[in-house]
C-alpha cells in the first residue's frame, strides 16, 4: 500500500487536523515506514498455524455453581411492612 501526501491530507480532514507541508511530509515518510514494517507479515508461513482469537489460553475462571441454604422467607418477610403469598407487596408504581 503506497501513502501519498493526498492520503495523509483525507486522513487530517477526517480528524480535522491542520497540517502544515512540511508536516504531511514527514507523516507520509513515517507512515510510509509503517505500513512496510507490517506488510513483512504477509511474508510468512502461516499455512501450519491454527488461528487463535486470544495470544494466551482462555479458561473460565469463575467458581462452579453450587447449591446451598438461602436464608429463611419468613425471616425475612417479618422486616417487610406488608407482605401477601410469601412475598413482599409493594404499591404500584406502573399503570
Not at 480535522?16 to 515506514?33: D, F, S, V
Not at 513483512?40 to 508461513?45: A, F, G, I, S
Not at 489460553?57 to 469463575?62: D, E, G, M, R, S
Amino acid at each position: 500500500m503506497k501513502i501519498t501526501k493526498e492520503t495523509i491530507q483525507h486522513v487530517a480532514n477526517l480528524a480535522r487536523l491542520n497540517l502544515t507541508e512540511q508536516e504531511k511530509e514527514k507523516l507520509t515518510y513515517e507512515m510510509e515506514n509503517i505500513i512496510s514494517y507490517v506488510d513483512k507479515l504477509n511474508e510468512l508461513d502461516t499455512s501450519g498455524i491454527e488461528p487463535t482469537a486470544h495470544v494466551l489460553p482462555v479458561k473460565n475462571v469463575f467458581r462452579e455453581d453450587k447449591t446451598k441454604k438461602s436464608f429463611d422467607r419468613e425471616k425475612i418477610l417479618a422486616n417487610a411492612p406488608s407482605q401477601e403469598d410469601g412475598c413482599f407487596k409493594v404499591p404500584k408504581i406502573v399503570e
